[in-house]
C-alpha cells in the first residue's frame, strides 16, 4: 500500500518540475498528469483481471451438524507488478443462518505473493451448502476506478455435506427390534436368527455377519453364523412432504435428525432397516450393519421436502400391499387424526408401531403438543421439539490470515 502511494507522489512531483521549468500552462499539465494516472488505473485493472489467481474450498468437505467447518480463501498475484486492491465478501455462519451481512475483507497483493484468508464458519442444521465468495470488487491503485468481478469465473465453489447431528433415539428400539423377544403389543415374535456358531473371520464373509461388538472386545473380526431363519426389518416411514412451516430449516432438521437417531441406534445393534422416503421421488434404503449407517446419513442430509403427496396415503400404500411382520416407525410434522387411527389399526396385525410427531417450530410445548395427539393404545408416541442453535459470536472462532499481509475485516 505505502508503495503505491509513493509511486502517486513521486509521479506528481515529476509532473510539478516539469511545469515549473518548462513555464507551460499549470492547466494544460494538471491534465496531462490526469490522464497519465487514468491510463495507468487501466492498465492495473487489466494486469490485475489478467493475473490474479483465487482459490477457495471448504474443510472439511463432510462434517455433522452443529460442527464448525473452514472457509479457506486464498488470492496469488502471478505478475511481477502489484495488483488492484481486492475487496473480498464472502459468507460466514450469520450471513448464511442469521440476518447479518457478509464479511469484507480488503487486500493488497505485492508481486508474487500469496495471502490467505480462513474463516470458520459454524454449521447449525444438515444439508448441503456451497459457501465461499459472494463477491469480488477491484479498485485501481489510485483509486479512481472499480470494477465488479465474478467469483465462479475464478474460483469455484466447493460445497460441504453436513450429516445430522447425534442425538439419543427417541424411542425404545427394544420394542420396535425384531431381534427383541417379544413385541410391544403382546405378539410373541419367533427369534429372528438363532445364532448357531461365532467364528474367526474368513475372506469373502459380508460384512452383515460380523459380530461387532464381541469383535470389539475380543480385538479380532468374528462372524456369527445363523440357522436361516429370516429376520423382520423395522420400517422407517420420514415424512418429505413440502410446506410452508415457518422456521422451516429448525424443523427439517429435526426431523431428519430423529430420523438419523433410530436409524443409527438400529443399524448399530445389527438389526435391519428399510428407511422408505417420497422426496422428489420415492426412496427405499436397505440396511442391515453398521457399515450402511454413512449411507443412511448422507441420504437424509441431502433429502429435500419436495413430496407432494399426503404422507398418510403414502404410509398407507406401502403397508397396505405388504405382509411383512416386525415394526414400523413414523417420524412427521403433520401427525393428524388420521394418520394416528391408521397406525392404531396396525397394531391389530401384530405390527410394533412408534411415532415420533415433530411440533411445527420451537416455541411449542412438548406436553402441551402430546396432549393434542389422539393416539391409540399400542402405539408408541414421542415428541420432538425444533431446536434453533444460538450461532456463535465472531469471537468465540476468530478468522484467521495470512501474517505477511494484514487484510482489513468489516
Known amino acids: ?81 502489484p495488483l488492484a486492491h481486492l ?3 464472502h459468507d460466514t455462519a450469520r450471513s448464511l443462518f442469521g440476518t447479518e451481512p457478509n464479511a469484507r475483507s480488503v487486500f493488497s497483493v505485492m508481486p508474487g505473493q500469496t495471502v490467505g484468508l480462513r474463516t470458520p464458519i459454524f454449521f447449525p442444521y444438515r444439508g448441503v451448502y456451497s459457501p465461499g465468495i459472494t463477491q469480488i ?16 469465473r475464478y474460483a469455484l465453489r466447493q460445497g460441504v455435506t453436513v450429516l445430522p447431528k447425534r442425538v439419543p433415539s427417541a424411542i425404545s428400539l427394544e420394542g420396535a427390534n425384531p431381534y427383541s423377544g417379544g413385541g410391544r403389543n403382546g405378539h410373541d415374535e419367533q427369534e429372528p436368527y438363532s445364532i448357531a456358531e461365532i467364528r474367526a473371520f474368513r475372506s469373502g464373509d459380508p460384512l452383515k455377519k460380523v459380530h461387532w461388538k464381541l469383535s470389539a ?69 436397505d440396511g442391515d450393519s453398521p457399515p450402511d449407517i454413512p449411507r443412511f446419513m448422507r441420504f437424509l442430509a441431502e433429502a429435500k421436502f419436495a413430496c407432494r403427496y399426503r404422507f398418510i396415503d403414502v404410509v398407507r400404500a406401502e403397508l397396505d400391499a405388504s405382509d411383512d411382520t416386525g415394526s414400523v416407525v413414523v417420524i412427521t410434522g403433520g ?45 408408541e408416541l414421542a415428541v420432538a421439539i425444533p431446536f434453533t442453535p444460538v450461532l456463535p459470536s465472531p469471537e468465540d472462532r476468530e478468522t484467521s490470515h495470512n501474517p505477511s499481509e494484514e487484510p482489513s475485516h468489516a
Not at 23 to 43: D, K, N, Q
Not at 137 to 152: H, Q, R
Open 137 to 152: 470488487v477491484a479498485y485501481d491503485l489510485f483509486g479512481f476506478f472499480k470494477i465488479t468481478l465474478k467469483p465462479e
Open 217 to 285: 472386545r475380543m480385538g479380532e473380526l468374528l462372524v456369527k453364523e445363523y440357522d436361516g431363519t429370516v429376520s423382520p426389518r423395522i420400517r422407517v416411514f420420514v415424512d418429505f412432504t413440502a410446506h410452508g412451516k415457518r422456521g422451516a430449516s429448525a424443523f427439517e432438521n429435526c426431523v431428519c435428525v430423529h430420523a438419523a437417531a433410530i436409524c443409527r441406534d438400529a443399524l448399530g445393534g445389527i438389526s435391519p432397516v428399510k428407511l422408505l422416503a417420497y422426496t422428489e421421488s420415492r426412496m427405499e434404503l
Open 87 to 89: 475487496e473480498v465478501r
Open 335 to 379: 401427525a393428524t387424526a388420521e394418520l394416528t387411527t391408521y397406525l392404531g389399526r396396525l397394531t391389530l396385525r401384530g405390527l410394533n408401531v412408534s411415532l415420533v410427531a415433530i411440533a411445527e417450530d420451537s416455541s411449542a410445548d412438548a406436553e402441551r403438543y402430546r396432549s393434542t395427539l389422539a393416539v391409540p393404545a399400542g402405539v
Open 1 to 81: 500500500m505505502q508503495r503505491r502511494y509513493l509511486f502517486v507522489i513521486a509521479l506528481f512531483i515529476a509532473a510539478l518540475a516539469r511545469i515549473l521549468y518548462s513555464g507551460e500552462r499549470l492547466l494544460l499539465w494538471t491534465m496531462v498528469f490526469l490522464a497519465a494516472i487514468s491510463v495507468l488505473a487501466a492498465i492495473n485493472l487489466a494486469y490485475t483481471l489478467a493475473y490474479v489467481r483465487i482459490t477457495q474450498k471448504m474443510e472439511p468437505s463432510e462434517l455433522t451438524g452443529e460442527e464448525f467447518g473452514t472457509l479457506a480463501i486464498s488470492i496469488t498475484n502471478c505478475g511481477a507488478l
